[in-house]
């Protein structure tokens, strides 16, 4: 059974930062690409990042580029998100994914792409 589990969110005034991490069992989690996407109230899910299975190709979605890194370290089968120079328009719930194959398509910003999913963990940024 494939568990996907999000943590690291929290209440951080504009400017600061937070890190996410995502840890998924039940599944070779070094076999497979990972994403980040999020969800603010009354709004689509949007993606944020995707990485490749070894980590070594990364994208970003324009609204983050520059301000939020995705890794992964594949012996602790863990995904994480930094996140920099936080805005009041970053707030929503995150959500870490997972794919079943080892890279990012063109479309890796479209949730479709994407197997088993996490409850998400809220990141609330004040002005």
């Known amino acids: 059974q494939v568990q996907v589990v999000e943590s690291g969110g929290g209440l951080v005034q504009a400017g600061g930062s937070l890190r996410l991490s995502c840890t998924a069992s039940?599944?070779?989690?070094?076999?497979?690409?990972m994403g980040w996407f999020r969800q603010a109230p009354g709004k689509e899910r949007e993606g944020v990042s995707c990485?490749?299975?070894?980590?070594?190709?990364?994208n970003y979605a324009d609204s983050v580029k520059g301000r939020f890194t995705t890794s992964r370290d594949n012996a602790k089968k863990t995904l994480y998100l930094q996140m920099n120079n936080l805005k009041p328009e970053d707030t929503a719930i995150y959500y870490c994914?997972?794919?079943?194959?080892?890279?990012?398509?063109?479309?890796?910003?479209?949730?479709?792409?994407?197997?088993?999913w996490g409850q998400g963990t809220q990141v609330t940024v004040s002005s």
């Open positions: 994914a997972t794919r079943s194959r080892g890279l990012c398509p063109g479309s890796w910003s479209s949730s479709y792409e994407y197997n088993y």
């Open positions: 039940g599944l070779r989690f070094d076999d497979y690409a």
């Open positions: 990485i490749s299975w070894s980590g070594g190709r990364t």
